[in-house]
């Protein structure tokens, strides 16, 4: 009797895991998953589905989370018009597996991500127009799918925030930024030390950069744009507390997965990869947004795309008052241009 | 497949075990104490169950002197036995684990004890959503009670209060936090840390 009742118990559990009925209205918040080679991939759907028009936010990292974007500012300005598609990459945030560390590469988050497109299209219709928004290591992602499978016309525009197609421009374009701000600053005797800091390292390392010294100038980038006044500055603890608990994010998954991807060998491949002479592949609509403070992808990425990219549909927006993050530092220029793109686009 | 069925043996052997004291053979074993457990389980916000059995082991009464000079009496208890537990994180996963836990409970004269566990066991979950699979050609399907298996560890320490001591009734109160671990998470570890709150019933107290 009581092992029938617990069975009786478990498969109740289980039918209540699976079970979903997919809506189509104004307001939706629809949770999936996308296994793909040994992960689970989350992907957290908002807003308004009956647009037939889904913007996929792909984060940066690699090994962060898409959960943070989804800000009260966001739902309320782009959800209200859009599919607003929260996607965790795998081994980030809240996707799961096994041993699954092989699977760790570009390639492979490529294929996932088209895997993803995939699945969109077969849950909420052939029909669907999707938008690519790629943040930081996003923006290398992004530019990886779409020089990819170019042929396979599931995309119908690319957004690129914040975002590095070519690490080691990177790394050149963030040192020339850092010196050319910081003597700048100095002068203006604005966080003398701090900036003294800054550029004495970067007289003594001017290029042929190690991982470990690009690790140093990401971190010194990060710091700078803290250091400059016009910068809107957040809190990410303080802006994410609520969000965190309101949206449920499966905290400790987020940071084990932080902590191991983040540190991954792939990383030292990365850091090596530049899509730059590929990008004449790209044929879709393109909206390059930078913050004129992004010490970590400078703003200099954008031209080079802007360049080389295969389409003439191509134009680029900068935030005055944004560094690196500027979905949560200029909300309000980061979802008029979305917004603008997309409509232009759909 | 062969998962979920490894995971129906295990729970059929948990039902056996906790249906122990039917068992006609278990008249010839020593008559030592048994208790169901059952529990409210929480990992952060998240809601969800934990039930089990405590078979005692071994059971010392001790005495030491206080500092005031008082004598203070407490019994040291060490039980084993399996436990069934389940959280839901809505989104995220359902885990349900089974696990062998070993107790070592301190009940001092006052009624009140306190006790450390470490338990060792295996973990299954169900993913939060429907889960697709995509193959080589681009089809897509959905993938049935998708999820993973996982080696479960976890260590927790609670305290509580025994009424049988008390007011003989065979029933005691217990908090535990736990810090569960599973391995392997994506090729990590993956921790969380549970709460547990509940009562533990007296199924056959000391002969």
Redesign the interface.
Known sequence: MKSKLVVGILILILAACQKETISMGTGESQTFYVDSNGASMRVLVEGNLISHVFLIFVHGGPGSSSLPYNTEYISQHLENKYGIVYLDQRNAGASQGNFNGSGLNLTQMTTDLRNIILVIKKRYGDDSRIFLLGHSFGGLLTASYLTTYYIDGMVNGWLFVDGSHNYPLNDTLTREKLLNTGNEQIYLKKHVKEWQEIVTWCNDHPGNFTLDQSHQMESFAGAAETYIDEVTQIDPVASNMGLALKEQWPLTSMLMNYLYTSNAAFIKDLYKTSFSSQLKRVKVPTLLLFGEYDFTCPLGLGDDIFNRIGTLDVSMGISYKSGHEMMFQDPEFFCREVAGFIELHR | MKSIKIF?SL??A???A??FSQNPDSANLPKKPINIKLCYNST???GGARAGAEFQVKAVSASRIRKSGRESFYVKELLIGPT?S?YH??????N?YLTICSIWRRTKSTCFFTEFSPEIGYSR??????????NGS?R?SV????G???AFLSIGEGFGYDFSKSKSLPLMICLKINMMAMY??????????AMEAGFIYKLRDEK
């Open positions: 129906l729970i059929f948990l039902s056996a906790m249906g952060l916000i998240y069934l389940w994180h809505p989104g995220f996963h359902d349900v979950t169900f993913l939060g959503g429907t889960t697709y699979l995509v681009g897509v993938e049935k009670l998708a993973y298996n996982y392997p998470y994506n090729s990590t570890l993956y921790l969380r840390p």
